[in-house]
């Protein structure tokens, strides 16, 4: 709750995107995968939807600013299928809203995000199918990143894996001092180093988001 304050603070303090932020708006929309990649979305929107269990919950404010949660606490918020679907249809929320300011994103429960549910990374384990998976989120990612909102993610407790990716597909990252971000996939190494109780990092392109956060004294 002090992480939301101290964020809710910061966003209210800023001015709506203006043109650059409507230009971009026209922008965002659209993901890194089309049909020019073989990439049929309908198909793996039904296959997700197979794994159902905890939601993603859009909570948008009159001041402009809106919370976003990741809410599957009997799992450490681990992003189920139906979840992976649900975050695609509030990014495209996200992106219709013309009145927005900022996104705020965290998980339920004082944990951020364990990862994708290894139930339904177990039953979806063919390559095909992963492949498909992947390139779903990447465009829901990269959607969430082009958002004309300015975008924090307030981490407490864990973010694992896929929950520490979802963390770069925001401007900045709020993590608390004994939070954990981290990917053991080799994609990327979070690592947090707080100054004080908590801190704010701002990272400035895509490409040093997805290899490296690191915060220092
Ligand atoms: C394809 C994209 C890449 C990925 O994201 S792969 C997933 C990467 N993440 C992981 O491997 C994290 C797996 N989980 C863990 O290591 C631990 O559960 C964790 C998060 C450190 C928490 O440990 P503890 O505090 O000891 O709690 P716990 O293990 O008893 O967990 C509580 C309940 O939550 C469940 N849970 C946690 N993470 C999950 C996940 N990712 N998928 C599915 N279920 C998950 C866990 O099985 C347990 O359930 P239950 O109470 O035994 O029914």
Redesign the pocket.
């Known amino acids: 709750m002090a992480l939301c304050a101290v964020m809710l603070q910061i966003l209210k303090s800023r001015s709506g995107c203006g043109a650059w932020g409507r230009l971009l708006q026209r922008q965002s929309s659209s993901g890194v995968y089309s049909s020019v990649h073989a990439f049929d979305e309908a198909e793996i929107r039904e296959k997700l939807q197979a794994f159902p269990g905890g939601s993603i919950d859009l909570f948008k404010q009159d001041s402009g600013i809106a919370v976003l949660t990741v809410n599957n606490p009997?799992?450490?918020n681990?992003?189920s299928g139906g979840m992976m679907v649900d975050l695609e249809e509030r990014v495209s929320e996200l992106e219709n809203w013309t009145d927005g300011k900022g996104l705020i994103l965290c998980g339920a429960a004082e944990?951020f995000c364990?990862?994708?549910?290894?139930?339904?990374?177990r039953a979806i384990s063919n390559p095909q199918d992963?492949m498909k998976?992947?390139m779903f989120?990447q465009n829901t990612l990269t959607r969430l990143l082009r958002l004309p909102l300015i975008s924090v993610a307030l981490v407490e407790g864990?973010a694992?894996?896929?929950?520490a990716?979802l963390t770069t597909a925001c401007d900045f990252r709020l993590m608390a001092s004994d939070s954990v971000c981290e990917?053991?996939?080799g994609i990327a190494d979070f690592v947090a180093d707080i100054i004080g109780d908590v801190g704010l990092k701002k990272t400035s392109s895509h490409i040093k988001r997805r290899i490296s956060i690191k915060s220092s004294r």
Do not use: I, K, Q, W
């Open positions: 009997s799992r450490m681990a992003l944990t364990s990862g994708s549910d290894l139930n339904a990374v992963g998976m992947s989120m864990r694992l894996g896929g929950g990716e990917d053991r996939r």
